[in-house]
């Protein structure tokens, strides 16, 4: 099976939902097709704030730590001209002059003050013979004749022939470097000229930087002692309580954490002809400051899209989803008014022939009883005349009763298609009502009638108008208790409109159940009802041009209002 095959199955089996018209097959629906269009729209806007957010977090390290290096490649580059300048003029002298020259304290001393006036810094200035003492010195110590010839820069300076110095306190008791250059005469003898460097000068190169408060610069040798003072982590020649980061020449940053705790960006560079290591220390808060408020908007504007989206996708589920439901209902309540109207027609059917089939006997019952009453009266001498008369005309009022009856139903059965007439609501309406008259006197219902007499006729469809009235009849006959009644009454509600109230005392419905009596499938009979009666009602009368209002109360009793338009509707010939 393929991708695209596997993801259509997916999807068919993401929407799979009950065949059966219920509730829970459209609950089901909503929450699948609000899950497929909420993932769909959500998703790739997730994706896309991930993307956005990784992709902004970096670009904003990059436009700030980028001229944090910067800063920092720059300053690397002003320490070691500082530190070049100084050796290539201790180095200058002593290829310039000899050492017996430089051994003269007052040539000594004239070479350090012109010096000095060009390249401040310079402390002091001295030579040191091939036994490492002092030989001559120029400077505001007594250091002349000073032993070095066991001191580490003196063995540096031996071995690499020009040396710069850490930081260090020595002689002096003050933080300071030496930078030293050994030259060999041509006889051999070696010796050494020495110069003592205030590192004032390192603290103005770090100063110039210009960095936040809440931001550190320092020097340090690749010991890890600091050659300048820190602003968070120490004084001059305390060690770093940070870690030594990587050797590279190259200008690099790294994260890390701080022994307060702080998460800082660390750039650094080491230096290429001294050994120390220039670090720039920038808090990561102060960095993400920026985007903590970007990402703060970001966050609201994601929760606020996502929540348009649900509100969005819900809704529009929400709305397909009941006008599918209701598009089905009504499909369905078609098919059962069609089955319904079917089985009318049916017993329409049946009816007549019934009817037909009956009328033959009561005719000749008729017509029997009638030869036998005259019978009677040409015998002038027959015996118990008046009972025997009696009998006879109990026959013939049952024989009119039973035609009445059959009468009835072939009108009924007439009635299944179509006709529009003019007609009179009120023999409409006693005409149904004889239908339930037996179930009324068996019951002990009483039924009383109010009926307009002045009550034009109007032009509807005599079938349709019983069966929205019996269906209204049974409702009621069905809410009463027995020994309960019913009223009916007809009156006139303006020229063009005639209205008909049912009215019963029986249990009454909430206004739960008024607010769906209309809807199909809908009932309060869980037992024998199908929902269909007062939706087909409404259909019939909506059809006719009138309307249909009912009024109930939970156990005071039930009206229902029809209004029924005195000339016909435009919708009344299509149909029932």
């Excluded at 699948?32 to 998703?43: C, F, G, Q, S």
């Excluded at 017996?100 to 002091?124: S, T, Y």
């Excluded at 790294?254 to 001294?274: C, K, M, N, S, W």
Aim: charged content about 20%; aromatic content about 8%.
């Amino acid at each position: 099976m393929s991708r695209l095959e596997r993801f259509r199955s997916l999807f068919r089996t993401a929407l799979d939902v009950p065949e059966e018209i219920a509730p829970e097959r459209y609950q089901a629906l909503r929450r699948k097709i609000t899950l497929l269009l909420t993932t769909a729209a959500v998703v790739p806007l997730l994706i896309l704030s991930v993307i956005n957010y990784h992709q902004y977090r970096a670009t904003l390290t990059r436009e700030i730590v980028t001229p944090v290096r910067g800063l920092v490649n720059k300053t690397r580059h002003s320490f070691e001209l500082f530190l070049a300048e100084r050796a290539s003029t201790v180095s200058l002298i002593s290829q310039v002059y000899t050492p017996a020259e430089l051994a003269d304290e007052r040539n000594l001393n004239r070479i350090f003050r012109a010096v000095k006036g060009e390249f401040p810094g310079f402390i002091d200035l001295g030579l040191i013979n091939e036994n490492g003492v002092h030989a001559s010195y120029v400077g505001p110590y007594n250091l002349k004749g000073k032993d070095y010839s066991s001191a580490d820069w003196y063995q540096q300076t031996r071995v690499k022939g020009v040396y710069v110095s850490d930081v260090f306190m020595g002689f002096r008791r003050f933080p300071h470097i030496v930078i030293a250059v050994q030259r060999i005469t041509d006889d051999g003898h070696s010796w050494v000229l020495r110069a003592t460097i205030d590192t004032g000068q390192f603290d103005r190169l770090i100063a110039s930087m210009g960095l936040e408060p809440e931001s550190d610069a320092f020097l340090v040798n690749t010991a890890g002692v600091l050659q300048t003072p820190s602003r968070f982590y120490g004084a001059v020649l305390d060690q770093l309580p940070l870690p030594m980061p990587p050797m590279t020449y190259e200008t690099a940053t790294l994260e890390t954490t701080d022994p307060a705790g702080r998460d800082v960006f660390i750039t650094y560079t080491y230096f290429q002809h001294a050994d120390f290591v220039l670090m720039a220390v920038k808090p990561r808060a102060d960095i993400f400051k920026p985007w903590t408020t970007l990402r703060s908007d970001l966050i609201l504007l994601f929760v606020t899209s996502v929540a348009l989206i649900l509100s969005v996708a819900f809704g529009l589920t929400d709305l397909l989803v009941r006008r599918m439901r209701a598009s089905d209902e009504r499909r369905i309540a078609a098919f059962v008014q069609m089955e319904h109207t079917q089985k009318l027609s049916s017993i329409g059917r049946l009816a007549a022939g019934v009817a037909h089939e009956i009328n033959n006997p009561l005719a000749i019952i008729n017509e029997k009883a009638g030869l036998a009453s005259d019978l009677m009266e040409l015998a002038k001498d027959f015996p118990e005349r008046e009972r025997f008369r009696a009998l006879v005309d109990a026959i013939l009022r049952s024989v009119e009763r039973c035609r009445s009856i059959t009468h009835r139903l072939l009108g009924f059965s007439r009635r299944m298609d179509v006709n529009i007439e003019q007609l009179d609501v009120n023999d409409v309406l006693k005409e149904t009502m004889s239908f339930l008259e037996q179930e009324a006197l068996h019951r002990s219902i009483s039924t009383s009638v109010s009926l307009d007499p002045a009550m034009p006729r109007i032009a509807s469809d005599r079938g349709q108008l019983q069966q929205v009235f019996l269906n209204i009849l049974n409702n009621a006959f069905a809410a009463v208790q027995d020994g309960g009644s019913v009223t009916l009454a007809t009156w006139l509600r303006d020229p063009d409109t005639v209205g008909v109230s049912i009215k019963d005392n029986g249990k009454g419905m909430s206004d739960e159940v008024l607010r769906h009596i209309f809807e199909p499938f809908f009932t309060t009979k869980k037992t024998s009802g199908t929902g269909l009666g007062m939706f087909i009602t409404y259909g019939i009368i909506k059809r006719l041009g009138g309307d249909i209002a009912v009024q109930s109360k939970e156990g005071t009793g039930t009206t229902v209002t029809v209004f029924l338009p005195v000339k016909a509707a435009p919708t009344a010939t299509l149909g029932s």
